[in-house]
T-cell receptor, first 115, second 116 residues
């Protein structure tokens, strides 16, 4: 079974600075998807970024980018120019390329933005 | 309304009550999901429906009974719940796998359930 680990329960960063959230996963599959979701206090789980394992290029979405290291099974999220609205729980998730549709989530990292 | 909506947003019920959670998606998707988010555990999948048919049941107790009358609506019927069932219940939708970027799951705001 696949597992996802987020080793940082909490992180904080100064507004306008850059922060990196860590995620590692364990799988025996070669093809899969990885996601970062954000859950603000409103509780709505919002997709931040998606990465296909077969793509070597790291995904980017505006101020959000990932460092995908397939051999190391590492998938970190970098947030540049942090804004107050980035404060939320961030969840890393894994999904198989074929077969089961379920997302396997990590425990989450609570990100605080200091003004 | 847009995206995925869930009602009610909050629900308090006794262990002998029967209640239902409702989810509706306005994204034209054909797959819908129920997830449970407890305070001390990662989100965990409960059920998956594809084209109204249940395709995954993640060993969920029978006191949780899902229903998917069409591709836009998903219900979770609750009866004789336990206090440990108190959690945030999230609904999601997507296209079924293989549909490219559209098989990404989009979530609703959740129903906060408290069982007394």
């Amino acid at each position: 079974a696949q597992t996802v680990t987020q080793s940082q329960p909490e992180m904080s960063v100064q507004e306008a600075e850059t922060v990196t959230l860590s995620c590692t996963y364990d799988t025996s599959e070669s093809d899969y998807y990885l996601f970062w979701y954000k859950q603000p206090p409103s509780r709505q789980m919002i997709l931040v970024i998606r990465q296909e394992a077969y793509k070597q290029q790291n995904a980017t979405e505006n101020r959000f980018s990932v460092n995908f290291q397939k051999a190391a099974k590492s998938f970190s999220l970098k947030i540049s120019d942090s804004q107050l609205g980035d404060a939320a729980m961030y969840f890393c998730a894994y999904r198989s390329f074929q077969g089961a549709q379920k997302l396997v989530f990590g425990q989450g990292t609570r990100l605080t933005i200091n003004p | 309304e847009t995206g995925v909506t869930q009602t009610p947003r909050h629900l308090v019920m006794g262990m002998t009550n029967k209640k239902s959670l409702k989810c509706e998606q306005h994204l034209g998707h054909n797959a819908m999901y129920w997830y449970k988010q407890s305070a001390k555990k990662p989100l965990e999948l409960m059920f998956v429906y594809n084209f109204k048919e249940q395709t995954e049941n993640n060993s969920v107790p029978s006191r949780f009974s899902p229903e998917c009358p069409n591709s836009s609506h998903l219900f979770l019927h609750l009866h004789t719940l336990q206090p440990e069932d108190s959690a945030l219940y999230l609904c999601a939708s997507s296209q079924p796998p293989g549909a490219g970027d559209t098989d990404t799951q989009y979530f609703g705001p959740g129903t906060r359930l408290t069982v007394l």
